[in-house]
């Protein structure tokens, strides 16, 4: 499975963006998929997840009611809506796919797409 992902940039706090994950390779649409972002000198942090038919999510409790993750599996494309934006936001986003429903550590996931860095200006 090979990861795409896009829509990072620059936003003022209390923006909005929607990052899109696009994903392609056999069975990609069967993968669990999620989001997690890196800010520079921190460790990778967990965002969302979501299941392989959209219907269970999970989020970290710092993004929980602002963010929202979904997948539209006949386009092979994951997205994070990213509302109420703050400046604690500012890392470079990863797209990630895997097979263990709902898993929020990173060695869960065996693919990862490049990441897209989005900005939160104060």
């Known amino acids: 499975v090979q990861l795409q992902a896009s829509g990072g940039g620059l936003v003022q706090a209390g923006g909005s963006l929607r990052l899109s994950c696009a994903a392609s390779?056999?069975?990609?649409?069967?993968?669990?998929m999620a989001w997690f972002r890196q800010a520079p000198g921190k460790e990778r942090e967990f965002v969302a997840t979501?299941?392989?038919?959209?219907?269970?999510?999970y989020y970290a409790d710092s993004v929980k009611g602002r963010f929202t993750i979904s997948r539209v599996n006949a386009k092979s494309t994951g997205y994070l809506q990213m509302n109420s934006l703050k400046p604690e936001d500012t890392a470079v986003y990863f797209c990630?796919?895997?097979?263990?429903?709902?898993?929020?550590?990173?060695?869960?996931?065996?693919?990862w797409g490049q990441g897209t860095q989005v900005t939160v200006s104060s």
């Open positions: 979501i299941d392989w038919n959209g219907i269970s999510t």
């Open positions: 390779g056999r069975t990609s649409s069967s993968y669990v």
């Open positions: 990630a796919a895997g097979s263990v429903p709902l898993a929020s550590t990173p060695t869960a996931y065996r693919y």
